[in-house]
């Protein structure tokens, strides 16, 4: 079965860290880029971050760029993101997303598969 | 980065046809894809490329694009339709990042 379980998510203060971890079975994950979505509680979708299949493109979302850090361990089936300087704002239920299409990201910008979310609150 | 624009709400009448679209000026160079977000449920991808449904989508689900704008159309609407529908597609501006829709709320009558 194809699937994605992300961890990590918890209460955290404003300015503190916290690290996202994503696990991938059921498919060859060092074949395919992957995403980070997020949504805040009542709110749409935000995408939040990209790596191709070999961490040799990334990208991110202007609201996170510079705080947050996607990367990947192929050997692991595992993607992460690091997020630093963590804001009130960046509360929401984030989730891990295979895009469609194997190698690169930004080619067909479709996420087939998608996690059940992991959910971050900063608050004080 | 660039923007793409849904209606808030929009309703259908059970087995009847709706249109739910998407503008903005990526769509001009990028396709649409298109997902289903029900209720406490993480969303699912309906659309992609052109006009491709993922396997397990039914086909009354379908999408086109015309200038600006995409659409996703769903032919004989059922209750199991009711959802929240984005749209997204990579930015347009060259930042390499990725865009969604603010969202479509479907109600079935």
């Known amino acids: 079965e194809v699937q994605l379980v992300e961890s990590g998510g918890g209460l955290v203060q404003p300015g503190r860290s916290l690290r996202l971890s994503c696990a991938a079975s059921?498919?060859?994950?060092?074949?395919?880029?992957m995403h980070w979505v997020r949504q805040a509680p009542g709110k749409g979708l935000e995408w939040v971050s990209g790596?191709?299949?070999?961490?040799?493109?990334?990208g991110y979302a202007d609201s996170v760029k510079g705080r947050f850090t996607i990367s990947r361990d192929n050997a692991k089936n595992s993607l992460y993101l690091q997020m630093n300087s963590l804001r009130a704002e960046d509360t929401a239920l984030y989730y891990c997303?295979?895009?469609?299409?194997?190698?690169?990201?930004?080619?067909?910008?479709?996420?087939?598969?998608w996690g059940q979310g992991t959910m971050v609150t900063v608050s004080s | 980065s660039s923007e793409l624009t849904q209606d808030p709400a929009v309703s259908v009448a059970l087995g009847q046809t709706v249109r739910i679209t998407c503008q903005g000026d990526?769509?001009?160079?990028?396709?649409a894809s298109w997902y289903q977000q029900k209720p406490g449920q993480a969303p699912v991808l309906v659309i992609y490329?052109?006009?491709n449904r993922p396997s397990g989508i039914p086909d009354r689900f379908s999408g086109s694009s015309s200038g600006n704008t995409a659409s996703l159309t769903i032919t004989g609407a059922q209750a199991e339709d009711e959802a929240d529908y984005y749209c997204?597609?990579?930015?347009?501006?060259?930042?390499?990042?990725?865009?969604f829709g603010g969202g479509t709320k479907l109600t079935v009558l």
């Open positions: 990526s769509l001009r160079s990028y396709y």
């Open positions: 059921g498919f060859t994950f060092d074949d395919y880029a």
């Open positions: 997204n597609s990579r930015d347009s501006s060259g930042n390499h990042q990725v865009v």
């Open positions: 790596i191709s299949w070999n961490s040799g493109s990334i």
């Open positions: 997303a295979k895009d469609i299409v194997q190698g690169e990201w930004l080619v067909q910008n479709a996420f087939d598969i």
């Open positions: 490329g052109k006009n």
